[in-house]
């Protein structure tokens, strides 16, 4: 449990450093967001009067300080463009991109863990080379290209996925209760709507998680070759172990940690990636806010959607380090 | 095409749901769907500056006064007619006594009133337009009476970005922000459409508003659809499948393609838009001489700009008016010369100077219009160091003559076809970039601003062409831009799509009451 403690103290350290950090660096980008919201046109004076009302006009270390009190009572602030709470703004970007990323998670783990598996067994034969072109085509595809490809082809082309959006046209005025339709139309017993919300998925996760996938594929099949040449292989072996359940009961478990680490990072490099397939797909998400954001120099959104990002991807890695821990009782012995 | 039954059912379902209420004269049914590049901030009438949020709320509000889609002089809206005293500062303005808003509640002067004082006092930025706007009075319930500080002839045109709002929906919501997070997702319009679905990144729907004040003759859609795309292939692909039915952002290639290609259509709008390089004429450096800047003036091709960048979509300019407009002045800019550039540049040993531009590489024709004046300089033997930025960061730059670039890029967006909204914002000296507005150029000339002042406080429309004419010559002869281009507004649609036209007034947004679908 100190073990806990500790990560838990120092994820808080992080995301501290975190928000001053990307403090800093919106202050430094050029960009006055008094000049954006003060429109057209508008005079000096006019620019001057918002610059004050938005409190750009006050030291950075004071506008840090107000920021970080109300950051600790749960107050992400309000948007300078949308005039909504900007936490209200995040409850609305964050689950489309989350439901994205999930999915595009799950692909990747349903193809690297077993294919890493098998062509580390069969290491050096015809079938592993096969997967290691793949990894490698994989991992040499930007995302960008592989979603216009994927939507051209099969959505436009073929027609056998959509195009684009997050639900079909007739599904437009569905509101859910999380805003992740897929737990949206289990919930309301809507079956409908999640096929619809799947469908509309399967296109824009697979290319967000293609990278992933054939980085994640490496690592659990060198961790995996490493775990084959170890004794107690050998000793199953000649103990006349079948061959699953020396890959799946012994193998695989201790092989496994490694990839776990990767993958739990990699959740929070996908959410930062998901405004390429985003932008590509037509779907809203954070990614399109943080855009959009920046692009209007909206520093205290974008601060909230880098600190967002960062707490999910800590609590990925908390969660792979919970993994870990009770997948290796050992591992309570080492703290 | 199954996609394109699920949309024809959806559409017959809808129709049949959403017609009924209507007279029998009117054809009130189907689905518009808009596919747009950029997401709204809001939906609130102070930011209707922003074509974004204008284009949602053009047929969701009234103004007093408004330019229909395709015309170039106002029309009455709210208001049936006006006086104005001899002076100029005073507008008594009778408004209509039958005009209900979606809540239910009868327009009255009161709601004119408080949709000017909210403006006011939220610092909106839709009233910078307004020029020496002061206040606005209830005489009745019926008149309104509006006070400016000094005469300004635009004052008419310049009302229609002015959308009233039903003062008992929002009142109750002013808070402490002067109602802007409320009605920065609610609407509180009297215009034939309301908002039904505001999901600002994703889609917002309005729907067509039965007790419309206007009546609903002729055809239009019961629902108009707002799908928020920024990928122009994507948008492409929807349009293909049947799933948009507008497509304005796809690439000029594609809009060209499209052009033969049965089914659809694509609309060119005379738009009036002018893309500048502004040269610092305030700088110390080179640009600052008015022959360099002579010299740059005619190195750049806008026959080839308009011919290979444009597709041939557009006006060719000769200066920052559109050539059809009131008060255009011919050839006041000079025409591509690259061998008087040279003479120029070898009798003052220019060649080997090095300038600055600063631009937005987001915009293809501004990357295209770099290339070509860098390629252009580059063979006169001076350099041109391009910058790209974001907006923020570029109009960050200007507030002071130390960091403003040798050379900006800007396209001006007038907010009313008047060229007081060109010439006054691009030259008039309270309008320099160090004050806060968009002459880039820091161009400064105590004539040319007491032209522009005289034509804006004349009602007199022949005086005002006079004045215009003549400040744009006085301009012309200091070379404080090159006029790149007027770009058209190239819009692909379905041909399904009956009644799209235009709206100069309203550049980038799309008359949707107008408009109805096959």
């Given amino acids: 449990m100190h073990y806990f403690f500790q990560r838990f103290v120092f994820s808080l350290l992080s995301l501290f450093i975190l928000t001053l950090i990307t403090f800093l660096l919106s202050q430094v980008v050029p960009g006055d967001p008094a000049i954006v919201a003060a429109g057209p046109n508008a005079g000096a004076e006019k620019i001057e009067l918002l610059r004050s009302e938005m409190g750009l006009d006050k030291p950075l270390t004071q506008q840090f300080l107000i920021y970080v009190g109300k950051l600790a009572q749960g107050d992400l602030g309000k948007s300078w463009f949308t005039h909504q709470p900007i936490l209200e703004d995040l409850i609305r970007e964050l689950p489309p991109s989350l439901e994205l990323v999930i999915i595009a998670m799950v692909i990747n783990l349903v193809i690297s863990l077993p294919l890493g598996l098998c062509s580390a067994r069969y290491n050096d034969t015809r079938f592993d080379s096969l997967v290691r072109l793949f990894a490698m085509i994989g991992a040499g595809l930007p995302i960008f290209w592989t979603a216009l490809i994927l939507q051209n082809v099969i959505g436009g082309e073929l027609q056998l996925l959509p195009i684009a959006g997050r639900l079909s046209f007739e599904y437009r005025a569905f509101e859910g209760y999380t805003g992740f339709f897929l737990l949206d139309g289990l919930i309301l017993g809507r079956l409908d709507v999640f096929f619809d919300a799947l469908k509309h998925l399967i296109l824009p996760a697979f290319s967000l998680s293609l990278l992933f996938t054939a980085v994640g594929l490496r690592i659990t099949r060198t961790a995996m070759i490493s775990e084959f040449q170890k004794d107690y292989v050998l000793l199953a072996r000649t103990k006349a172990a079948s061959e699953p359940r020396i890959m799946f009961k012994h193998v695989f478990p201790n092989g496994a940690p490694p990839s776990l680490t990767v993958f739990g990072m990699q959740f929070g490099w996908m959410l930062g990636a998901t405004v390429l397939v985003e932008e590509i797909y037509g779907r809203p998400g954070i990614g399109r806010y943080a855009v959009k954001a920046v692009t209007q120099s909206d520093i205290h959104a974008v601060v909230a959607v880098v600190l967002v990002v960062g707490i999910v991807f800590l609590l990925a890695n908390l969660v792979v380090d919970l993994l870990l821990y009770i997948l290796n009782p050992r591992g309570r012995m080492d703290k | ?518």
């Fill in chain 2, 1 to 518: 095409m199954k996609i394109c039954n699920l949309l024809a059912s959806a559409f017959t379902v809808l129709s049949f749901s959403l017609a009924i209420p209507f007279t029998a004269t009117a054809d009130v049914a189907g689905t518009l769907i808009i596919a747009e590049n950029e997401t709204p901030e809001n939906l609130d009438p102070a930011n209707a500056t922003n074509s974004t949020v204008n284009q949602l709320l053009v047929g969701v509000y009234d103004a007093l006064v408004q330019f229909k889609a395709g015309e170039t002089s106002v029309s009455p809206q709210l208001a049936t007619d006006w006086q104005v005293s001899d002076d100029g500062l005073q507008y008594t303005f009778k408004i209509r006594s039958d005009v209900k808003f979606h809540d239910g509640s009868s327009m009255t002067s009161a709601d004119v009133v408080f949709t000017l004082d909210r403006l006011q006092a939220a610092s909106a930025a839709v009233l910078n337009d307004m020029g020496p706007f002061k206040s606005a009075e209830a005489i009745d319930d019926y008149t309104v009476k509006m006070t400016l500080e000094a005469p300004f002839g635009p004052f008419i045109s310049a009302l229609s970005r002015i959308y009233i709002v039903s003062k008992a929906q929002v009142e109750p919501h002013m808070s402490d922000d002067n109602g802007r997070g409320w009605l920065a997702v609610n609407a509180a319009g009297s215009g034939p459409y309301s908002v039904s679905t505001y999901k600002p990144t994703e889609v917002v729907t309005l729907n067509a508003f039965e007790g419309y004040w206007g009546g609903w003759d002729g055809d239009h859609v019961a629902e108009v659809v707002f799908r928020y795309i920024a990928e122009p292939s994507t948008q492409l692909a929807l349009l293909k499948s049947g799933e948009v039915h507008i497509a304005p952002d796809i690439t000029v290639q594609d809009k060209l393609s499209l052009m033969d290609a049965d089914g659809f259509r694509v609309d060119i709008g005379a738009a009036a838009t002018p893309l500048y390089f502004q040269f610092n004429t305030s700088s110390d450096g080179l640009v600052g001489d008015a022959s360099f800047r002579k010299m740059l003036a005619q190195t750049f091709d806008r026959k080839l700009h308009l011919d290979y960048v444009l597709q041939g979509f557009g006006t060719m300019p000769d200066g920052p008016l559109p050539p059809d407009w009131m008060g255009h002045s011919t050839s006041t800019e000079l025409p591509f010369n690259m061998a008087a550039a040279k003479e120029l540049v070898d009798q003052n040993g220019w060649a080997g100077s090095t300038l600055k531009v600063r631009y937005l590489p987001a915009i293809e024709e501004e990357q295209a219009a770099v290339e070509q004046l860098q390629s252009n300089l580059s063979q006169l033997g001076i350099k041109l160091e391009a910058e790209g930025m974001t907006w923020p960061a570029q109009a960050a730059t200007v507030q002071d003559l130390d960091t403003t670039s040798d050379i900006n890029m800007i396209y001006n967006f007038p907010s009313f076809p008047d060229p007081h909204a060109i010439l006054n914002t691009s030259f008039n000296s309270q309008n320099t970039g160090y004050n806060g507005g968009y002459n880039w150029a820091q161009y400064s000339n105590s004539e040319v601003d007491a032209l522009l002042n005289q034509a804006a406080s004349s009602a007199d429309q022949s005086e005002r062409a006079t004045l215009y004419a003549k400040a744009q010559q006085m301009i012309g002869a200091e070379y404080p831009v090159i006029t790149v281009s007027l770009p058209g507004s190239v819009v692909a649609m379905s041909s399904a799509v009956k009644g799209y036209r235009y709206s100069v007034a309203h550049h980038q947004t799309f008359n949707y009451m107008d408009i109805s679908v096959d």
